[in-house]
């Protein structure tokens, strides 16, 4: 058994690697590019012809792209709804800034004195670094 660990080699070490497979077992082994990346390289895919199970596919893919541009069908609708619910989990805890109570007082002609009180009414502070506190960004 072989393991490999996509996250610790490059892609052109992965790639190396899965043609030696190849070359060494190629009485069971295919390998072919199923697509290129936006910078012109490969994604390489290896399909192992096991006698007791049929066909298995191990990708070669570089874990950048994969991710970012998963396949087509269910793990593209699978990625998209994790994503989703992130952002929308995330966006929910952020800060949400009302205005309470605001006043306009006529000081002069055209001049006018304008206070309001601002809370925030959401989980999320709004001075989420001790940097922003420190120069009192918020």
């Known amino acids: 058994m072989v393991a490999?660990?996509?996250?610790?080699?490059?892609?052109?070490?992965?790639?190396?690697?899965?043609?030696?497979?190849?070359?060494?077992?190629?009485?069971?082994?295919?390998?072919?590019?199923?697509?290129?990346?936006?910078?012109?390289?490969?994604?390489?895919?290896?399909?192992?012809?096991?006698?007791?199970?049929?066909?298995?596919?191990?990708?070669?893919?570089?874990?950048?792209?994969t991710r970012r541009n998963p396949p087509p069908g269910k793990w593209l609708e699978y990625e998209i709804n994790k994503s989703m619910m992130f952002a929308l989990r995330h966006a929910a805890l952020l800060p949400l800034i009302m205005v309470i109570d605001s006043r306009v007082t006529k000081v002069a002609d055209e001049v006018y004195k304008v206070s309001a009180r601002v809370e925030n009414t959401s989980f999320m502070p709004t001075n989420v670094t001790k940097m922003a506190v420190q120069i009192k960004a918020v």
């Open 4 to 65: 490999i660990d996509y996250g610790k080699y490059p892609s052109s070490e992965l790639e190396g690697y899965m043609k030696k497979i190849h070359e060494e077992y190629h009485g069971f082994t295919e390998l072919y590019s199923i697509d290129q990346t936006l910078q012109n390289r490969d994604l390489w895919t290896m399909e192992i012809t096991n006698k007791k199970t049929g066909p298995v596919e191990i990708g070669g893919v570089e874990r950048k792209y």
